[in-house]
T-cell receptor, first 111, second 114 residues
């Protein structure tokens, strides 16, 4: 399983953009890049995913490097509710869809 | 839709006791998963079922068994609980086993083994 590397923690101010980095230098051509987040005392929830092109949805944007060895999750305006652990995960093609979680980045948001 | 439901929400066991954690989804998903999360750690995959009638081991299967009872239900059994199995257990499901699709998680079962 290809691995990802994320900072252990990051801080942000409310209503400012947040860029959460992820390195995945051993990514294979068929790995999808997924982001999930886990709010305190809850199960993880899906944020966004992509393969090669940048992606946007109502929650966030995902910027993928041209060589696919890194990606950045962008929260455009952080709110207090965005304080969570964010996981960057490589999801293998045709391997049962399983997710291999790393340690994630704990994001704190200051008012 | 209730999504993914898990029972019980909390459980305390003594070493050596057995129990079954129940999981059900009402989204007509093919694939279901069981994860555990220890304090301060990310989730680790115990077992998964890519489709009804199949099950496969994940990263940490020792001490657990699973049953994919039907398309909706996927149970996790601890035959002889050990303190090392104290953890929060999450069940999840998604519509396709291969790639790309979002995985939905249940609220978790908090298990303590004394």
């Amino acid at each position: 399983d290809a691995k990802t590397t994320q900072p252990n923690s990051m801080e942000s101010n409310e209503e400012e953009p947040v860029h959460l980095p992820c390195n995945h230098s051993t990514i294979s051509g068929t790995d999808y890049i997924h982001w999930y987040r886990q709010l305190p005392s809850q199960g993880p929830e899906y944020v966004i995913h992509g393969l090669t092109s940048n992606v946007n949805n109502r929650m966030a944007s995902l910027a993928i490097a041209e060589d696919r060895k890194s990606s950045t999750l962008i929260l455009h305006r952080a709110t207090l509710r965005d304080a969570a652990v964010y996981y960057c995960i490589l999801r293998e093609y045709n391997q049962g869809g399983k997710l291999i979680f790393g340690q994630g980045t704990e994001l704190s948001v200051k008012p | 839709n209730a999504g993914v439901t898990q029972t019980p929400k909390f459980q305390v066991l003594k070493t050596g006791q057995s129990m079954t954690l129940q999981c059900a989804q009402d989204m007509n998903h093919n694939s279901m998963y069981w994860y555990r999360q220890d304090p301060g750690m990310g989730l680790r995959l115990i077992y998964y079922s890519a489709s009804e009638g199949t099950t496969d081991k994940g990263e940490v299967p020792n001490g657990y068994n699973v049953s994919r009872l039907n398309k909706r239900e996927f149970s996790l059994r601890l035959e002889s609980a050990a303190p090392s199995q104290t953890s929060v257990y999450f069940c999840a499901s998604n519509s396709q086993g291969a790639y790309g699709n979002e995985q939905f998680f249940g609220p978790g079962t908090r298990l303590t083994v004394l």
